[in-house]
């Protein structure tokens, strides 16, 4: 079976997902190539030597990232062939069923098979930042449903649930603002040069080109941000300032290191049946991935 797997990262969690996925598809003997979206290449990609799809981006906002999306659209996906969605983000409210909901109307245009579609939970890069522990038991989490993902896709058995109504309505109204918000927001960025330590690593990271020196030497923005953190998430300064999300208080500075995390030994569960607040809807996921697992695997 010849797949790629055609995906969006910002600050790389959707690399790290397709690099654990193109593992487990080429233990089942599949030929696998990766293919990671440069939102400042518009080529279109030949297809036709592909059996099967994998579709993957963060959710941004409830919806699919504007690069991602733009990228998938300029595509002519051969009528029949199948696809599957594997997206990623810190929350599972339901608000966020929707997000694939554009990438699904450009497949059905192209006569494209989805049948499956699966949500992985990753640390945020926005918001606050994750403890480790808790993280640790969401990768345990996302080994589980990387089994499920390639036993239900391998065996040709759907997963694919049709989109309420209220969170289709959510992914609408909050898809123009976000597809937007990162150029408006750019105006108010800005970089502490006390603090710089000179090592350019934001302007060699951006995806878009949107970060570079002016005649003086300080750093500046233009104005086509993805808003994807990857430059604040990333500074080894902590310099960026990232205008009125970091007014909210939402900026996180610093990345998870997957490897080390994936070694920590948890002695008891993060999210139990008494979580409240914000992680509530973890006690949904983890239930829905531990009982599809237990259906195929026999635990």
């Known amino acids: 079976m010849n797949c790629l797997l055609l995906y969006f990262t910002g600050t790389f969690n959707t690399r790290y997902l397709t690099g654990k996925l193109k593992e487990r598809l080429e ?27 994998g579709l993957g981006y963060p959710i941004h906002g409830y919806c699919a990232p504007w690069a991602f999306l733009k990228f998938i659209r300029k595509q002519k996906f051969p009528k029949k062939i199948r696809v599957f969605i594997y997206k990623n983000s810190g929350e599972t409210e339901h608000a966020n069923d929707a997000s694939s909901k554009y990438v699904l109307r450009k497949l059905r245009r192209d006569g494209a098979v989805t049948k499956n579609e699966y949500h992985f939970l990753m640390p945020y890069n926005i918001h606050f930042r994750f403890d480790e522990n808790l993280v640790k038991e969401m990768l345990v989490m996302d080994d589980k449903l990387l089994d499920i993902l390639v036993y239900e896709v391998s065996h040709g058995i759907s997963n694919i649930q049709p989109m309420k109504l209220w969170p289709r309505i959510v992914s609408a109204v909050v898809s123009r603002p976000q597809y937007i918000g990162g150029d408006v927001n750019s105006f108010l960025y800005k970089v502490d040069m006390d603090k710089c330590k000179g090592c350019d690593q934001c302007i060699k990271r951006c995806p878009t080109k949107n970060i570079y020196r002016d005649a003086e030497g300080t750093i500046r923005f233009h104005h086509h941000c993805l808003m994807c953190m990857r430059c604040s998430f990333y500074c080894p300064a902590d310099a960026i300032h990232i205008g009125f999300l970091e007014q909210w208080g939402w900026k996180v500075n610093g990345g998870y290191d997957f490897r080390k995390i994936e070694g920590i030994k948890l002695t008891a569960p993060v999210i139990t049946d008494r979580t409240e607040g914000f992680f509530h809807c973890y006690i949904e996921s983890y239930g829905k991935i531990n009982r599809r697992h237990g259906e195929i695997f026999g635990e």
Request: no cysteine; glycine share 4%; hydrophobic share 40%.
């Open 27 to 53: 233990a089942i003997g599949w030929n696998i190539t990766t293919y990671e979206i440069d939102p400042l290449n518009n080529e279109r990609l030949d297809l036709s030597a592909y059996d099967i799809i």
